[in-house]
């Protein structure tokens, strides 16, 4: 049987967990700047100052820049200062009328919102949402996500143990 939550707030302890469980990478990682530059714009060590000094941080650093690092920066800024303000939506700190974008960014973040599943195996699979995951282990702004408990192992494990099985003499 499957438990289904309705929209709830991730802890920084489960957002670490699901990141480092995730039983599949998601082909967003290759849009992510860590993975492809290195260099993350919410790092601790780095923190982000400005655009234009991270760019060249970036390029300076690596070689294989292109211009898709800028629209990283702006898209995890952006995403970052959305996940704020549905957080103080939420709240109850925010709104519709103290910004013109807000009922959109709900509609959005409701529409879409991360889906996480927990298997018995104790992986997760992330349906959309790896990026605001990344930003709220950086940065500890909330995150909300849909949340199921499975009983079923996750694919990668299911698949590991039919091949397992499947050496064994019967």
Do not use: W
């Amino acid at each position: 049987m499957n438990q289904i939550c309705s929209l709830r707030i991730l802890d920084n302890r489960l957002v670490e967990r699901i990141l480092e469980r995730h039983d599949r990478k998601s082909t967003l990682d290759n849009r992510c700047a860590q993975f492809a530059y290195g260099f993350c714009f919410f790092d601790e060590d780095e923190p982000l100052s400005n655009v234009e000094d991270d760019l060249d941080k970036i390029r300076n650093k690596n070689n294989s820049y292109n211009s898709s690092a800028d629209f990283e920066i702006d898209y995890c800024i952006g995403l970052k200062e959305a996940m704020e303000d549905y957080d103080s939506y939420l709240k109850g700190e925010l709104e519709f009328s103290e910004n013109k974008d807000l009922e959109n960014l709900v509609e959005v973040f409701e529409e879409e919102p991360i889906v996480i599943k927990e298997f018995r195996c104790g992986h997760y699979s992330v349906l959309d949402g790896r990026h605001r995951l990344c930003i709220a282990r950086k940065t500890g702004i909330n995150v909300y996500a849909r949340y199921e408990e499975r009983e079923e192992e996750c694919t990668t494990c299911s698949e590991r143990n039919l091949r397992d099985k499947s050496y064994l003499p019967y």
